[in-house]
């Protein structure tokens, strides 16, 4: 059996930056235990897994090296772009098994806008490995669903932050985000994963459903410029709109192909 593999620079419009995802489009689901040893040998960030449901209504599934995920941003992009590179949408619709329906546009400005349900984080105590993993205390501490939210007070303090990922791993299912605002965007962010991915995501999208709502109520507007700054860095757009948060982002195509599998 064989199945078409594209990888993409997602949140981006520059080769070898943004994060890396790989896309697998099929015609029919394959099992869960080959989706993860796929997403295993890629040994990306994110692999996505889309087969239609109807006209441009499609299943995602999203799997790291080591788990499925729940939600995932970058990859929901990279999957779109590859849909839409073979003439879906200009709007497609990803069902998926843990937030719902995902609607996805392409714009003419070549971005590319995800809805995403808002996730807002609340203010929580911190457990003592969050606190002992990070090299620098936050101003806050909040949870989201997702994430641990550690606050700074600027972007220096979050470009030199350090982490141990021992003690990150030991707050599993939760990973951290740590934010602050940012010199040149609204605000920044760094993403550490030890227990879902690994050491740190260069760019995560979905964890912007929470981080927009955040600073959108701190700064007083609904519209946002992001960046995560990690190695290879990430541009994302963030607008609310009711109970939702549209997070925009580009993408490149870095490599197109195929996989062999069990029949």
């Known amino acids: 059996m064989r199945a078409e593999l594209y990888q993409v620079d997602a949140f981006t419009n520059q080769l070898f930056r943004g994060n890396y995802a790989a896309v697998v489009p099929t015609a029919e689901p394959l099992a869960t235990a080959l989706m993860q040893q796929i997403a ?8 996505a897994f889309v087969w239609p449901l109807a006209q441009d209504h499609y299943q995602i599934r999203w799997f790291s ?20 590179s073979k003439g879906a949408g200009p709007v497609v619709r990803f069902s ?22 808002q996730r807002p ?3 929580a105590t911190a457990p003592a490995p969050l606190l002992a993993g990070v090299s ?10 997702q994430a641990w939210m ?24 939760y990973d951290v985000v740590v934010t602050a605002p940012g010199e040149q965007h609204d605000f920044v962010s760094r993403y550490f994963w030890p227990a879902n991915g690994g050491d740190e995501d260069p ?22 410029t992001a960046f995560q700054a990690s190695t290879r860095g990430g541009q994302l757009w963030c607008r609310l709109q009711g109970d939702r948060v549209l997070v925009s982002g580009e993408a490149v195509l870095y490599l197109k192909g195929e996989i062999q599998l069990p029949a």
Not at 40 to 47: A, P, R, V
Not at 136 to 145: C, G, N
């Open 40 to 47: 295993s040998e890629n040994n990306l960030s994110e692999t």
């Open 65 to 84: 090296p080591l788990t499925e995920i729940d939600f995932c941003g970058h990859a929901t992009l990279a999957a779109a772009y590859v849909l839409f």
């Open 96 to 117: 998926t098994l843990a937030v719902g329906d995902l609607s996805v546009r392409q714009h003419e400005t070549g971005r590319i806008e995800m809805d995403f349900p």
């Open 121 to 123: 984080a609340k203010f």
């Open 136 to 145: 620098q205390a936050p101003q806050e501490v909040l949870q989201s669903p």
């Open 150 to 173: 550690l606050v700074y007070a600027n972007e220096q303090q979050v470009r030199q932050l350090t982490a141990d990922s021992s003690l990150l791993k030991q707050l599993a299912p």
């Open 203 to 224: 760019v995560t999208g979905s964890i912007h459903a929470a981080l927009a709502p955040y600073w959108a109520e701190r700064l007083g507007k609904t519209e946002l």
